[in-house]
Every structure is written in C-alpha cells, then in structure tokens.
C-alpha cells in the first residue's frame, strides 16, 4: 500500500510540474491517458532516483562537501532531466526539454511530494 501511495504522490507531484513550469509537456490527451502517462513517469523517477542517486551521491561527495550539498540542485535537476528522455524513449509523452526546465521541475516535484506526504496520515505512507 505504501509504494502505490508514493508512486501517486510523485505522479500529482509531476502533474503540477507540468503545469506549472515551462519545457515540461504531457502529450497525452485524454484524462486516462494523460493519469497512466504520470504513473509509469513517476515509476520510472521513482527507479532512476532509487538506482542511480546513491551512486551519484558517492562519486560526487566531494563536490556535495565543496557547494555545501547545493550540488545536489544540479543532480536532481540532471536526473529529472534524465527521466524526461528515457520516458520519451520508450514511447510515453512526457517531455522535458533541457536543463532549466529539469532544474524547476525537480524542485517543484520535491515541494509538492514533501507537502503531500506531510498531509498523508503516517499509517498510509510508511516512511
């Protein structure tokens, strides 16, 4: 119960990124395709983040300790990017179009998902 929760969390999370930041589009148009479209995306961020983060955040320490973690910005804004091709790749209609709109989506995924799960009862979301 709690991975569905999150998955849905990330998907409303990548929702208002769409909505909100430019060089984000979701090509699907009908509302089913466009909810199974942020699902298998938020699927995918959710491996990309689980997978490929914990390496990153190993071999970068250094430049982490030398910003004072704001490479990090860097990171997710890279990795978000990152999920936007390989969603494109396998055929989904989720675009992201370059850093800068990687930078803004993935700090306003990280926003919505910590209020939602702010508001999510600790007893659905075990975290």
Do not use: Q
């Amino acid at each position: 119960m709690a991975f569905v929760v999150r998955v849905v969390v990330v998907a409303i999370a990548l929702a208002v990124a769409v909505w909100l930041v430019n060089g984000i589009e979701l090509g699907a148009t009908s509302t089913g395709g466009r909810i199974g479209t942020l699902l298998v995306v938020a699927l995918i961020f959710g491996i990309v983040n689980a997978v490929l983060k914990p390496i990153i955040k190993v071999i970068g320490c250094p430049l982490y300790v030398l910003t004072l973690g704001l490479f990090g910005l860097v990171v997710n804004a890279l990795l978000f990017w990152l999920v936007g091709t390989l969603s494109s790749g396998v055929g989904l209609p989720f675009v992201v179009e370059g850093f800068w709109p990687g930078f803004w989506g993935a700090i306003v995924v990280a926003v919505v998902g910590f209020v939602l799960h702010l508001i999510i009862p600790d007893g659905i979301d075990r975290r």
